[in-house]
């Protein structure tokens, strides 16, 4: 059984940072794409950051130079580390670990909200 579970959410002044977790436990069998995605209030979920499995990362370009998305393989997890936050990154993010070969499989956190506000 595959889990995922975020933590590190919460509320933060504009300016502010945040630092993200998520914690994957169970067995992951070379993941295409290891991330994170959000869904603000009234909009469609929307990529922020991934690995991918050829070892790029990828960045929304709302977020590139205040996001950076890193990992831990002995801990089996990924983080977000969230700088310069705006109002505008308010929303519930989510980690996601997805492959699409066979055996493919799509997980998902149960999410964290971001609440950027004075």
């Known amino acids: 059984q595959v889990q995922l579970v975020e933590s590190g959410g919460g509320l933060v002044q504009p300016g502010g940072s945040l630092r993200l977790s998520c914690a994957v436990s169970?067995?992951?069998?070379?993941?295409?794409?290891m991330g994170w995605y959000r869904r603000a209030p009234g909009k469609e979920r929307e990529l922020v950051a991934a690995?991918?499995?050829?070892?790029?990362?990828n960045y929304a370009d709302s977020v590139k130079g205040r996001f950076t998305i890193t990992r831990d393989n002995t801990k089996n997890t990924i983080y977000l580390q969230m700088n310069s936050l705006k109002p505008e990154d308010t929303a519930v993010y989510y980690c996601?670990?997805?492959?699409?070969?066979?055996?493919?499989?799509?997980?998902w956190g149960q999410g964290t909200q971001v609440t950027v506000s004075s």
């Open positions: 169970g067995n992951i069998f070379s993941a295409n794409v």
């Open positions: 996601n670990v997805a492959r699409w070969d066979l055996p493919n499989y799509n997980y």
């Open positions: 690995f991918t499995s050829s070892g790029n990362t």
